[in-house]
């Protein structure tokens, strides 16, 4: 079975305080941009628009099924806000977006992210399968659903959050998700 390299660079801008980390993006037939969250029926940028500019269409371009990437990046930015993954190389196991049929081939090398974003104390997992890897990789206990623990990391302290999916086939309303987003921000 054939595997699949991370289409996307990890997005570090200088001065990150935050890396958020999903498993994997979904196969590009399922993007509405080039960037993290990029399901049109993903509602991570829903959330952020509601916690952040209390619009949860802030970041939907109008009349059309996509995100406005540069409106993104704007914010990412200027909020401090790195994105990754947990894998850079899977295998699926069946043909969809789902964690639970996905196989971590080559998981991330978080330490040489960390490194380029000296200023990040905080590690944001965004679902279920994101936050096993980072808890089984770095001997830490998972922390609930909109919580948090301590982790260690190559020698640095961080606060590592579990937030709810953002994808819409986890059973939680969108006001829920961005609650729990909200006590991480």
Sequence with gaps: MDTEKHPFQPFLPA????????SFPPQPKRWCMPFYYPNWTNDFWRIMGVIHFGDKDHFC?????????????????????????????????KDNASDAFLEVVTPTDIPALLRQIPACDTLVTTGQKATEVIAE????????????????IDGRNLRFWRMPSSSRAYPLPLEKKAEAYRRLF
């Design 15 to 22: 001065g990150a305080k935050m890396l958020l980390l999903g």
């Design 61 to 93: 371009i109008p009349r059309e099924k996509r995100f406005d990437e540069e409106a993104i990046k704007a914010f990412c930015t200027q909020a401090g806000l790195a994105f990754y993954d947990t894998a850079c190389e899977v295998r699926r196991l």
């Design 137 to 152: 990789r770095y001997g830490c206990g998972i922390p609930p659903v909109g919580g948090c623990v301590d982790v260690t």
